[in-house]
């Protein structure tokens, strides 16, 4: 092999970089097509069972998707200086292209201001609105600030701040495409695909990555347009811009400034800290071409292959600088080395040892370091796959870029000066062998302490998260998603679906007129065969144009599915449908169990507004009175227009499945949120207090899709990485040929690993999403520098068969360049704590502590066990 790489790169070093300049122009050529996708699979559970039925009530009880305004005016809310520039405002927002409807308190319809009959409900003529000139505004007030349906929604219960709800055109044919997709994954998982539907499963995807590119960019031009026209009235009110294509859009934003900013700022300090150690350009240039190179390489693969970066995965750009880097200071150093011992050794003798000597630890560092990578591929979250073959690709191009383009140059650039008798300092790292060998006790009762201070803190370690502390407090972001959830409902969504009882069951708790248990079917009404069902034909039905974000759940809507759409004229309509059974839900029993249930949602801290048919009821309650039975509920419903009943009862009940639908708004900013056990006590509580059976209630949307997600990370990921691990053991095993010896250099890894995790656990960073990485990370980097070590120790030590003497010429050589390396990333990744979107902060502060604790791990731990134990067997 060695002969075979000679001929092939060593002896022809102009055609290697001519052949490099080449595929590095080809590569530069694709990174136009580089993408950074931020849409709704980059948070979903791949294969997750509850994922259908996510997206089957999604698309029952469809919503439009829409960008949240606050107006928080410096004016009273409903005084002319408050809303004539809300008005205008509105109006630009309508003109925006891709806009399809503006709802402010302008114009929804007026009930209580003054209360108006059902009769003025159902007569077809216009309803009050507050661009009427005699509406009394006091009235007005009272009523957003207390109605139950405007109420802590549309207004604050303060009275001081509304929102302002910007709805979006919907997207044409995405609902099918994304059925046909998840219809095609699921044979592919059960292992019935054919070769027909693999090709089309292989043109659906390539179609949806398109849909979301497209959609991507149209909401960022769209959010652009609103907080263009947003600025011109921030003299009027304090306004913040939300919604999920604004967080889409801002997130998408920060991930690039943060690749471009911070990667030069990395790159940056790591040629100040490179011309620091060396002191020649020569030295600085190679190591730098080679990790850069190789990036380079690696994106332009991504960039041809059509595969997307997520906020996740683009972290790939930077840890393969870490790898890419790494190897070209071994080589380098190692070179140094040779140069040193034989400066009169021809140059391509030089360069020939250099490669044959660091061939094998570099190799098995690649390999391992892939290991590590490839363990995120069973997390089932498309992003972390995605990050986990990315980087295992990246891995492999590091490696043949640093063995072609490395000796290329070095072999290229011209002879080096014969080193200066006496003129380089005793290595640094030598001060950590000496620590190994006069406090050789302290490092060990040391160790021990920290593996104490590793279990306490991986004890403490929680996969919950709130997504808010991804953004710093200054954000937009941030302070918008505080001031919906403080002021105005909340921002995480739940929909909790309720099935209609057994007929033959009566319900616990409730009781009819005689005290006895309630017929489900409300008995006690002789007429609930004789009224008309308004929208038995299209209560269940959801649009065949679904946009992608509300297939997939994204359902955040402030307003309710509604929205409100329609304005003044939103009440006008009479209702031609047949006669039906009006269901259980319109009931007496029907309208005592929604009400139990919604009290029940509304007691918890962590919820913010909730809706559902009750809230529906207490309308016609204000309407008809309080004395209202099943009769009166089934005239009701009979009486709303089909334009009324779209807003006030199809978001909450479907007619076909008669079951009813509860849409909660979790408060995300909530310190108490867990969202595991609020779902299970939750559960509970519907159970024993709200009288419901097993499964007659079901849980969805993003709130339980996140959650399955970061519950799954501690299955997939913190159990895998036992398994990777116990690869790891035996991959040195195999390297080192000693059993004990592997089990030596596995434990500063394991330790360093451990005491990353203890960190977050103590400093009360969750598990999640984007620092689940971390973890491979933190064992890709440390096992490199144990082989390097360990293999160095090896070669070194049958010269004389002292561990002591071999300890000190290791610390001095192979120490050497992994303090280098260590030193060198570690100054160059802290620039990522100034990033204002915390994943980046995060993964900043956790690779350096990850790179420090690996690097005193293998300098002090490692050789102290190897003096302690002596796997290399008894020394002369």
């Not at 299209?538 to 307003?559: I, R, T, V």
């Not at 440390?782 to 030590?797: A, M, Q």
């Amino acid at each position: 092999m060695l002969a075979f790489y000679e001929q092939l790169v060593l002896r022809r070093p102009v055609a290697v970089l001519s052949l490099l300049a080449v595929l590095l122009f080809l590569a530069l050529l694709q990174f136009p097509k580089i993408r950074i996708d931020a849409s709704a699979d980059s948070l979903l559970l791949q294969g997750d069972p509850a994922l259908e039925y996510f997206r089957e009530v999604g698309r029952r009880y469809s919503s439009e998707e829409f960008i949240v305004i606050t107006w928080r005016p410096d004016a009273p809310l409903l005084s002319d200086e408050s809303l004539q520039p809300l008005s205008n405002l509105a109006d630009e927002l309508r003109e925006l292209p891709g806009v399809s409807s503006v709802v402010t308190v302008l114009d929804v319809p007026l009930l209580q201001s003054p209360p108006v009959g059902l009769s003025q409900v159902t007569s077809g003529d216009p309803l009050p609105t507050l661009k009427d000139s005699d509406v009394d505004r006091g009235q007005a007030l009272e009523e957003f600030t207390q109605s139950p349906l405007y109420s802590n929604l549309l207004v604050g219960e303060a009275g001081d701040v509304t929102a302002i709800q910007v709805n979006l055109e919907r997207a044409d044919g995405d609902a099918e495409l994304l059925r046909e997709r998840e219809e095609l994954r699921q044979a592919e998982r059960d292992g019935e695909l054919s070769s027909e539907a693999g090709l089309r499963l292989a043109v659906v995807e390539a179609a949806v990555k398109r849909r979301n590119a497209e959609q991507l960019t149209q909401q960022s031009n769209l959010v652009a347009g609103v907080r263009d026209v947003v600025q011109g009235y921030r003299d009027h009110a304090g306004i913040f811009v939300g919604g999920l294509p604004m967080i889409a859009a801002d997130m998408v934003s920060f991930v690039r400034n943060d690749l471009l900013l911070f990667g030069s700022a990395i790159l940056a300090t790591m040629v100040l800290v490179l011309a620091l150690i060396f002191r020649r350009v020569k030295w600085v240039v190679i190591p730098l071409l080679s990790c850069t190179v190789g990036v380079a390489y690696t994106l332009g693969i991504l960039g041809f292959l059509d595969w997307r970066m997520t906020v996740i995965s683009s972290n790939v750009v930077a840890v393969l600088l870490i790898v890419g880097l790494a190897i070209a200071i071994h080589l380098v150093v190692r070179y140094r080395e040779i140069h040193t011992d034989d400066p009169d050794d021809p140059l391509h003798n030089r360069v020939r040892d250099t490669m044959r000597l660091m061939a094998v630890p570099c190799v098995y560092t690649g390999v391992t370091t892939m290991v590590a990578f490839v363990s995120l591929v069973v997390s089932g979250i498309q992003p972390v796959i995605d990050f986990g073959w990315m980087m295992t690709l990246g891995i492999c191009v590091a490696l043949l870029v640093s063995f072609s383009l490395v000796p290329a140059l070095m072999l290229l650039w011209g002879k080096d000066p014969k080193p200066a008798v006496g003129g380089e300092s005793a290595p640094f790292t030598l001060r950590f062998a000496a620590i190994a060998d006069h406090h050789g006790s302290l490092v060990l009762w040391g160790s021990l302490a920290l593996s104490v201070f590793v279990v306490m803190g991986v004890l403490r370690l929680q996969v919950e998260n709130r997504f808010i502390d991804y953004f710093k407090e200054s954000t937009e972001i941030y302070q918008g998603m505080e001031l919906l959830d403080a002021r105005l409902g909340g921002t995480i969504p739940l929909d909790i679906v309720v099935a209609a009882p057994d007929s033959s069951a009566p319900l616990p708790g409730l009781e009819n007129s005689a005290g006895e248990p309630g017929d489900p079917v409300a008995a006690d009404d002789p007429f609930a065969d004789e009224f008309d069902d308004p929208f038995a034909s299209d209560a269940g039905a959801s649009s065949a144009n679904d946009d992608l974000l509300a297939e997939d759940g994204f359902d955040d809507d402030p307003f309710g599915d509604d929205a409100f759409a329609g304005g003044d004229d939103a009440f006008a309509g009479s209702n031609p449908e047949a006669s039906v059974d009006p269901g259980f839900w319109f009931s007496l029993e029907g309208m005592r169990l929604i009400d139990r249930l919604q009290g029940i949602v509304d007691d918890y801290n962590e919820t913010g507004k909730v809706q559902s048919l009750s809230t529906t009821f207490e309308l016609f309650r204000q309407l008809l009175g309080d004395d209202m039975g099943s009769v009166e509920l089934a005239l009701a419903r009979n009486a709303l227009s089909e334009d009324i009943s779209r807003q006030l009862v199809t978001p909450y009940f479907n007619a076909e499945r008669d079951e009813a639908r509860i849409t909660v708004r979790v408060k995300e900013t909530s310190e108490d949120l867990r969202r595991a056990a609020f779902l299970r006590d939750l559960d509970r509580a519907f159970k024993e207090e709200g009288g419901l059976e097993e499964g007659q209630a079901q849980f969805t949307g993003m709130l339980v899709m996140y959650n399955n997600v970061l519950q799954s990370l501690f299955a997939s990921q913190i159990l895998t990485l036992g398994a990777v691990f116990a690869v790891i053991l035996v991959m040195f095993w195999i390297l080192f040929r000693s059993f004990s010896l592997a089990l030596i250099a596995l434990t500063p890894n394991l330790l360093a690993a451990g005491m990353v995790l203890g960190i977050m656990g103590f400093a009360g960073i969750p598990l999640d999403i984007m620092t689940i990485t971390i973890a491979a990370i933190v064992v890709g980097i440390g096992v490199d520098n144990c082989i390097h070590y360990v293999h160095r120790f090896k070669r070194e030590f049958p010269a004389d068969r002292d561990y002591l003497a071999t300890m000190y010429r290791c610390h001095g050589s192979i120490g050497r360049a992994m303090y280098y390396t260590t030193l060198t990333l570690v100054v160059g990744f802290s620039t990522l704590t100034l990033s204002n979107f915390n994943p980046s902060l995060y993964f900043g502060v956790l690779t350096v502590i990850a790179m420090t604790a690996a690097v005193i791990g293998a300098l002090l731990l490692l050789p102290r066990l190897i003096m302690l134990f002596k796997p290399l067997g008894a020394q002369s």
